[in-house]
């Protein structure tokens, strides 16, 4: 798949020497459609169709929308039938109608979903737009639910999605610009900002990016998420996949730059910063205390998540003064039984509730959920009988986990838990001076990544106080800039100062 | 002028991150034992000493704000360029590189001795300090944002230790300070001396003064970041003075240390354990910015890039920690530092603003005749 | 690519370097319990209580005995005695026999000091007889002898039935020049440990001992009492109530405030003027007694002052024989009078001859919900 990824490559040679020599339209019929077999290797569900002697259609079937072809196509063209390209193309009743002289672009359009029309004797071409093909229907988003808010989600068709976020933010000023990236493939992607919102320098800086990359093909947009951001070595990501337009247009909305890409359900959203990957869109449905207490709780979460294994390894193996009297007694009891280190146990208990996840996400779901209780609680009772862990080891497992999936996004909670193999082998190895070593490593690295320029660890660092009430707590609207500084919008207060409630 | 700095307005940082540069670099190990040196001197009278320290620090700093205001966009580096002349002027960033390098090699020669004493008896010295040097090198190659982030993160991560500090407050004897005010001056005066290697740290804006944006904010938030510090230092003599008897505390090594021993929570005990893993971050900023500052005097002097130099830095820094000090040899060698630093950070900045004041005078009288 | 293959190198070359000394929980000795004695010849001779984690056997405790010239020597006997390696982070209580804190315990505790493994929150306390004796004894009702004599101690001292005596107060005490220290005494009485009094220390040595129940003089004095119960036999003649006049009443009051205020009124002579005020509560008195009339209560409270006024001036008159000074009149007369350069001989002599004006003054807050 990344035969060929060029990123920022020498540009004009190269682009000069691939695009294809322009080949003109035979004008004569059996030269026609001899030239359109041979340039599209005669697929077998090329259709060509002889309407009279002088017209003759071409197109793809099931890539048109049939109705469209019989009433209207069909039924016009009987009627004409020494008509030039240009009668033709006035006289039919389609919304898209062209006019070109160029076989490749006919045959990339026919690819798209049109249909041919050859005149004999012409060497122009019409080209009737009438593409339509099967998309799923659209359904609740299946990796980012919450309890409250609207349950829609993207699929898979890029004017679908976009009808959808047009839907939510009814604005002449969303831009909409149309790339076509992949040698191979030729995706189309749209990337989305709110004009007079999103900063010209963001803009830019996504344009330039994707102007610049060169690959054989593009399936899905995490790859294209992972080609444009800032570090493509960091383990966090630096820009945000979402499943649902609400989500997308509240990013429009604060002024960030949003990619769709043809073919996938994520759309893409820039800049994003590291806090920011916690916040949720129920955060605004709730209300604010509410809302606070649950973003703390998932800050909390990702602390002990990461750092609790590695704590309690790093106590069990080094420093058994820090453990208080109470604790000492089922503690000790519980690792007697156990014949290996601590630290074997941690990587082995992690290893067992990762395999189990990884089982848990490949099996159909109704299988799935019953490995997942099957797996979670006899396996974790027979390893504790059969002494290979002990219990204290598996609660903090179970709660280790429980707590990395509550980051409202998947790929944040991917990285939590992944993060957390190298620390708990620092702390098997080196005890709490390993694990603080690996909390300077983690902090440093998170200063350094930016974010399409912007800091990732903004807006903590460095510190923007007007943003911090909307960061790690949500405090009331009023208190609540609309636009956050870390986009660099140009006007950053959409309401005047004046109080909601009066 | 042709020693001035050109700097991109994006590699500058805000006035108000000064505030936590200052305050990150000056604690630093010297919290660990500042007790028993300062009671030697003045018994419990220790945080008058506190308090006259912190007084000569905010009249250094004064000084040598106002030597830098003399040459906009400059540092130490430059204005001794200036003022005398190349090869002079070199000597002497020279001597100024040289103190950073060591005050970076007595940070990690002091942790690695408490890590060592306190915690991992047989862990080897070359590790603790490889690892140190891995986590500078990389927050050095990350550019001055990085590491005045490190400083921010580093305060704001270290908070809960000073709540924690007045857990041991449960056995204190409050007339421990009493009576007030009954030793004399002089001794004061020495105990204020004693103190010179905790206080020192904040010479770094010699080095990053022309990197604040707003100039005339910078100095009110480097005073505010004294300040704090002065804070932070009395709560830990006061706590001290009250917790042990003089005696005793003259013969505790690591005072701070010993605070937190008696703590205990409900689900943690023999919290100087975690502090003492936990102090790698308090250290970290101390020891990036000095090796920035060294970095910023020696590129004055021939052009190397950062990564070679911290690259060198870093191993120099480690041949130096291969012989193993002795508990006697440390003390010495930090006593030795502590009057270098006092030369260099108090009496130096008062000198210099005199010469460069005097030099700016002559000039003006040059050219108004 | 060549900096990723420099830091690989150097990667390598610290995970060969520092390996850090485990102590994997399960597989070290905790010991919970020493109790150090005197042997002849300046020896000393350690008895190790050691946890073990054993769920199928019954005693949870090993108790090992070694005699050698110092404290560690003991570790590296028991050491080759014990199928585990000993570690003393867990370290809670160290006993002293009474033989050894007659001669002196400064050396002990001036080890615990210099250990770093072991927290300055232990408890210290002496025996009567010798420690061995205490803790090799097979009880029947206690399988952890160290877990048991730990939270003895440490009930009774938060319910201020006994003086704390963790580590660090005790060496803090030991090296102000104006002050003693006391530790709680332990005693076997058949199957049971009991506090059985307190020990008055001087100069790290055993000098004299206070009966328990003065503990609530002593911690009045102290200024520590915020807590404790005591039950108190008032004499009939003080109590101006013709039903009493030849009996003694038996009351027990447990304190809710008490502040004490001492202050030096003549520092020539040495004078001191010592204030207590007592807010206490009424736990248990005679039914007779009418406690609905108000007079009754001032009689009770009178009755009270002069009690407590007497027995205190006894407990001081006893520390002021034996010379130790546990309630901290050294540093209040240092920190009150300017100029005093006290040192240790000179507040001896200055203790031994104090005079102290005692005056009590108390108040019963509540009593119960039954008159």
Redesign the interface.
Known sequence: MFRDIKKKSSPTNQAEKDKPKEIPIPTSKLEFLKKIKEETNEPADLIVKKISESITIVFLDFLIDQNTLNEQILTTLEKMNDATPNIIKENLLISEVDLTSELNKSIFEMLIGAVLIHVEGQSELVIAKISSYQSRGLTAPENESQVIGSQVGFNESLPTNISLIRRYITNPNLCNEKFMLGKETNTSISVLYIKGIASEQNVNTVRQRIKELEISDLLDSAVLAELIDDNSFSIFPQLLLTERPDRFSDGLLSGKVGIIVNGSSMGILSPYTFVEFFQSREDQNLRWPIATFVRLLRFAAIFISIFMTPLYVAA??????????P??VP???S????PF??IIEALFLELIIELLREAGARLPTKVGQTIGIVGGIVLGTAAVQAGITSNILIIIIALCALSSFTTPNYLMGNVIRVVRFPIIVLAG?????G???A???I???L??QSSLGV?Y?API???RWRDWPDSIVRLPLPFINRQSIINKPKNSNTTEEEKVNK | MRTALQINNNEKINASLLFFVVLSTQIGVGIHGFQRIIVEDVGNSAWISVILATLFSHIAVFFMIKTLKLYPSNDLYGIHQEIFGKYFGNFLNLIYITYCSFAFYTVIRNYIEVINTWVFPNLAQAFISVSLLILVIYAFTGGLRVMVGVCFFSFMVSLWILVIVFFPLKYAHYNHLLPLFHTDFISLIKGAYSMTFTIVGFEIINVIYPFAKEKEKASKYVHLGLLFTMVVYLIIIVISTVYFSEAQLKKTVWATLTLFSVIKLPFIERIEIITICFWLIIILPNLCLFAWSAYRGVIRIKKIKETTFILVFSVLILIANIPILTRAQINRFDHYFSQIAFYIVFFYPFLLYMIALSKKLLKKRERSN | MKKEKLFIVLLSCILLMGCADQKILERIGLVTLIGYDVEEEEKISATVVIRQINPEFQSKVEVQTETENTSKGTRISIDRKTAKQIAAGQLRVVLFGEDLAKKSIEHPIHTFMMNNEISTSIYLAVVRGDAQSLLAYPYENVTDVGQHIYNLIDHNIEQQQTISSTLHEIVRDDYSDVRNFALPILLKKGENIQLDGIALFKKGKMVGELPANDIFYIMIMTNKLDNGTVELTLDGETLNNNKFKDEQLQIAVDSIKTKRKIKVVNSKQNEFNLTVNMDCRLLEIDSKVSLTDPKVYEDIERAMSEKIKKEMMKTLKYSQEVDSDIYGFGEQFRSQVRDSNLTEEKWSELFQNMKVNFDVNVEIVRNGVFE
Not at chain 1, 316 to 325: A, D
Not at chain 1, 335 to 338: D, L, P
Not at chain 1, 429 to 433: A, N, P, S
């Open positions: 069990l193996t080094f420093h058994y003064e820090v453990i208080p009297q604790l000492l503690l000790s009891e690792r007697s039984i156990v280190p601590p190895f080196w005890g709490f001076y694990v603080m070593f909390f300077c490593m902090l440093i690295h200063i350094r800091p660890t660092y460095p510190p």
